[in-house]
């Protein structure tokens, strides 16, 4: 038996776990299949995920934390147990030091539900932190020093956006606009303007294989196939990049304008060290082609994707559990 600490991400699309000393252990879409009847889970992650949209009646894939807030407590209990046993919480460790990263809306109710969900796990000490934190950590900023660093954490669910100096968030915002959003966009724009009717998986696809937010960005296409919405049969249709900007023009102008006003409410000095080092570009959702062209042209400073956008957080956890003495006087 032996002590670790594990840090967790707790994202509306995927869970990550990092343990002391050997990383990323865990990386898993945030999906549970249960049996609608009994509750009882038959499969959590990867394996849950393949059967969204795929289930017969008497099994349901859910994804427990939608759009930025916990939809399911009971589900997201039952998952993070799942994981934290996977990675060996129960029996490898002797009461490991857990430190949890939430979306960033969650109520005060929904973070004690949290915090004993992980106590029951076998953690000695929980500790929830502020996302956009972990990911400029994780990012490699050093934001304890007297000086600007921003950072938008595009992730599922939600996009953070903060301004960080001494090891603290001072102008930040938050809004329910990210993947999720983007694959609604997409959804929504092939049903008008082709009466194809697509799932949440193939929207996804589209928006990772082919998607650009840049007049200047990628140029491909792909195939696609749904519902017809008039005959009702299967039907296949090619989709370009150019097709996925102009639906994605909406959700991605929301990011535009929420990073404008936190840059707006920046103290004068911190903006200036934020021309000096650019804005870091976090989460799954800052490897959309072009986003970080956009965001420069728009915001007149330079912007950076992280080196592994969606670990920032998970590896911004590791980092943090090192430092504890840091953050200990917030939980
Ligand atoms: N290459 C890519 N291009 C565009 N989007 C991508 C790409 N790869 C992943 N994504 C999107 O990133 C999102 C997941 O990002 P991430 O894992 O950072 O979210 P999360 O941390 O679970 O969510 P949240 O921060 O809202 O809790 C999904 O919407 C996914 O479609």
Redesign the pocket.
Known sequence: MFSKDIGI????????IHVKGKGVVLDEP?VVAIESDTRKVLAVGEEARRMVGRTPGNIIAIRP?RD?VIADFEVTDMMLKKFIERVGGRGMFSRPRILIC???NITSVEQKAIREAAIRCGAKEVFLEE?PKAAAIGAGMDIFQPSGNMVV????????VAVLSMGDVVTASSLKV???K??AAIMKYIKNKYKLLIGERTS?DV???I?TVHLHGRREEIDIRGRDMVSGLPQTVTIYSDEVREALWEPVMSIVAAAKTVLERTPPELSADIIDRGVIL????????G?DSLLADELKVPVLVAED??H??VKGTGILLDHLDKIARRN
């Open positions: 991400d707790l994202g509306t699309a995927n869970v990550s945030s934390l930025g939430a979306p960033t996302e954490d595009i992730g599922g669910g939600t996009t953070d990210a993947g999720d983007f694959d996804e928006k990772v294989k998607g976090t989460g799954g959702g800052a490897l959309l082609d986003l956008p969606m920032c957080v």
